[in-house]
T-cell receptor, first 115, second 110 residues
Framework: DGGITQSPKYLFRKEGQNVTLSCEQNLNHDAMYWYRQDPGQGLRLIYYSQIVNDFQKGDIAEGYSVSREKKESFPLTVTSAQKNPTAFYLC??????????????FGPGTRLTVL | GQQLNQSPQSMFIQEGEDVSMNCTSSSIFNTWLWYKQDPGEGPVLLIALYKAGELTSNGRLTAQFGITRKDSFLNISASIPSDVGIYFCAGQVNTDKLIFGTGTRLQVFP
């Protein structure tokens, strides 16, 4: 089955701890994205990557870090510097420029709760 | 960051009714996308629009790319209970960033 997987579905962490959220895709997409969604709000872009070993900050990158060592993987680390980390985190991917389309497809999301 | 103005914010309708929602922007977009999100899940792409004036259907859903390139509309005909969810529009200028609307929460009563 082709698609985007995020794990875990629910994650609980103590305040002050770093936590890494997983995102994997087997769609052979070049571009990957991380969004944050707060209750009753739209999606805000944290980081995105258009190609392996390269990524750019989105609108709310402070307190987050990413890596893109493999085409199919784009993990997001929520650091202790992020002031309000409790949120629903969504990963997305798109074929990218080389694929001729930039329509984004989303994973199922990870709900992070910091206690 | 920039967000699109999406309206209405929420809708409560009876099963069988038609639904209309729209997104407006002060900026021109080259692509408009409409997504639906169920509670606790990721958004699912419904319709993609790539050309000003374009009208595209997907079953009971119809979306239009506004001629000014600054707005888009989504209509759902003959609503059913499984239409319940949050509908998001998204606009794209260049190929690397989507700008999302604030969402329309749809509730369908039998």
């Amino acid at each position: 089955d082709g698609g985007i997987t995020q794990s875990p579905k629910y994650l609980f962490r103590k305040e002050g701890q770093n936590v890494t959220l997983s995102c994997e895709q087997n769609l052979n997409h070049d571009a990957m994205y991380w969004y944050r969604q707060d209750p009753g709000q739209g999606l805000r872009l944290i980081y995105y990557s258009q190609i392996v070993n390269d990524f750019q900050k989105g609108d709310i990158a402070e307190g987050y870090s990413v890596s893109r060592e493999k085409k199919e993987s784009f993990p997001l680390t929520v650091t202790s510097a992020q002031k309000n980390p409790t949120a629903f985190y969504l990963c997305a991917s798109s074929p990218g420029l080389a694929g001729g389309s930039d329509t984004q497809y989303f994973g199922p999301g990870t709900r992070l709760t910091v206690l | 960051g920039q967000q699109l103005n999406q309206s209405p914010q929420s809708m409560f309708i009876q099963e069988g009714e038609d639904v209309s929602m729209n997104c407006t922007s002060s900026s021109i977009f080259n692509t408009w996308l409409w997504y639906k999100q169920d509670p606790g899940e990721g958004p699912v792409l419904l319709i993609a629009l790539y050309k000003a004036g374009e009208l595209t259907s997907n079953g009971r859903l119809t979306a239009q790319f506004g001629i000014t390139r600054k707005d888009s509309f989504l209509n759902i005909s003959a609503s059913i209970p499984s239409d319940v969810g949050i509908y998001f529009c998204a606009g794209q200028v260049n190929t690397d960033k989507l700008i999302f609307g604030t969402g329309t929460r749809l509730q369908v009563f039998p």
